[in-house]
């Protein structure tokens, strides 16, 4: 495979499988970066198989969207190989990660990211603010992320979003955990937060979430967001979360009046023998970039 920029990486199939549509990385109006990094997680380790498990379950995906009435994967889906990191340090990890991700921003392609632990988020970020000064980032997510330091490292995935807040202001979805370092940090930082347990107490709640967005958005989707329920693969549940339709009407409300520039979806720990957590995170990725794309595949 020949690409424009280097990194260490293995090949893997295509997002969505192959088919007459797929583009070439010039071509392609988006890019699928696997990253299958997890060295922080801290309960059930698992989440460096989820973008091979979301990449395998995408080619059972049928690519008609009946929502949005469109087959977007014309616009041109190019999926880079897994990156790989033999490097010693976290720290290296991450300035290899922006690197990466500056490359495909920089081309002027939409950077749809599989994760790996949700460490990944912040020099993703970085990069896309780089592009587009003053985006703001949408997460859905059961945990706060907001710890300054976890178990040695400021790169840990409890500390995901801190280390987001420092290239993009946020908007927390969902959130029904969270330390009381947090809590007591919360009031001071530059994040506005939906907490999962009273947010639906106001039924426009939805709405006040993309009013709290700026014009351009960045979203970051921890599995565990979701309703175990229909997402038990993950490493560290939480009871409560959103339904599937909650997540699907929220994302479109976002997407129909907010530029969306990029997204990633992480925390996927696959489960042996249960493909469906696999197959959710599949469609939810596709009902993205319908809901993003499918405008311009009507035109």
Same mark, same amino acid.
Request: hydrophobic share 40%; net charge negative; glycine share 8%.
């Given at each position: 495979?020949?690409?424009?920029?280097?990194?260490?990486? #293995?090949?893997? *199939? =295509?997002?969505?499988? &192959?088919? %007459?549509?797929? !583009?070439?990385?010039? /071509?392609?109006?988006?890019? @699928?970066?696997?990253?299958?990094?997890?060295?922080?997680?801290?309960?059930?380790?698992?989440?460096?198989?989820?973008?091979?498990?979301?990449?395998?379950?995408?080619?059972?995906?049928?690519?008609?969207?009946?929502?949005?009435?469109?087959?977007?994967?014309?616009?041109?889906?190019?999926?880079?190989?897994?990156?790989?990191?033999?490097?010693?340090?976290?720290?290296?990890?991450?300035?290899?990660?922006?690197?990466?991700?500056?490359?495909?921003?920089?081309?002027?392609?939409?950077?749809? #990211?599989?994760? *790996? =632990?949700?460490?990944? &988020?912040? %020099?993703?970020? !970085?990069?896309?603010? /780089?592009?587009?000064?003053? @985006?703001?980032?949408?997460?859905?997510?059961?945990?706060?992320?907001?710890?300054?330091?976890?178990?040695?490292?400021?790169?840990?995935?409890?500390?995901?979003?801190?280390?987001?807040?420092?290239?993009?202001?946020?908007?927390?979805?969902?959130?029904?955990?969270?330390?009381?370092?947090?809590?007591?940090?919360?009031?001071?930082?530059?994040?506005?937060?939906?907490?999962?347990?009273?947010?639906?107490?106001?039924?426009?709640?939805?709405?006040?979430?993309?009013?709290?967005?700026?014009?351009?958005?960045?979203?970051?989707?921890?599995?565990?967001?979701?309703?175990? !329920?229909?997402?038990?693969?993950?490493?560290?549940?939480?009871?409560?979360?959103?339904?599937?339709?909650?997540?699907?009407?929220?994302?479109?409300?976002?997407?129909?009046?907010?530029?969306?520039?990029?997204?990633?979806?992480?925390?996927?720990?696959?489960?042996?023998?249960?493909?469906?957590?696999?197959?959710?995170?599949?469609?939810?990725?596709?009902?993205?970039?319908?809901?993003?794309?499918?405008?311009?595949?009507?035109?």
């Amino acid at each position: 495979m020949n690409l424009p920029f280097e990194y260490d990486r #293995v090949a893997v *199939g =295509e997002f969505g499988g &192959t088919t %007459p549509t797929t !583009a070439n990385f010039d /071509e392609a109006r988006v890019v @699928v970066l696997p990253v299958p990094l997890d060295r922080t997680t801290s309960y059930v380790a698992g989440t460096r198989n989820g973008p091979h498990e979301i990449l395998v379950a995408s080619s059972h995906m049928e690519l008609w969207d009946e929502e949005t009435g469109t087959d977007v994967h014309s616009i041109g889906i190019f999926t880079l190989p897994e990156m790989e990191f033999p490097f010693a340090s976290i720290d290296e990890v991450m300035n290899e990660i922006h690197r990466v991700a500056k490359e495909v921003v920089s081309r002027g392609k939409f950077p749809l #990211v599989l994760g *790996g =632990e949700h460490s990944i &988020t912040a %020099p993703i970020v !970085a990069a896309v603010a /780089e592009r587009h000064p003053g @985006v703001s980032v949408l997460q859905i997510d059961a945990h706060a992320d907001l710890r300054d330091s976890f178990m040695g490292t400021p790169h840990n995935h409890a500390c995901a979003m801190r280390r987001v807040l420092d290239y993009a202001k946020t908007t927390q979805v969902g959130i029904r955990s969270l330390s009381p370092e947090e809590a007591e940090a919360i009031p001071s930082l530059p994040t506005t937060i939906f907490y999962d347990h009273n947010m639906r107490r106001d039924p426009d709640w939805m709405d006040r979430v993309v009013d709290s967005l700026g014009e351009k958005v960045y979203i970051t989707i921890d599995c565990d967001g979701l309703d175990p !329920a229909i997402m038990p693969a993950v490493g560290t549940p939480e009871p409560g979360g959103l339904s599937w339709p909650e997540t699907t009407t929220l994302l479109r409300k976002v997407i129909e009046q907010r530029n969306v520039v990029g997204c990633d979806v992480v925390e996927l720990a696959p489960l042996p023998g249960l493909v469906a957590p696999n197959f959710l995170c599949a469609k939810l990725i596709y009902k993205i970039l319908s809901y993003r794309f499918g405008a311009e595949v009507k035109r």
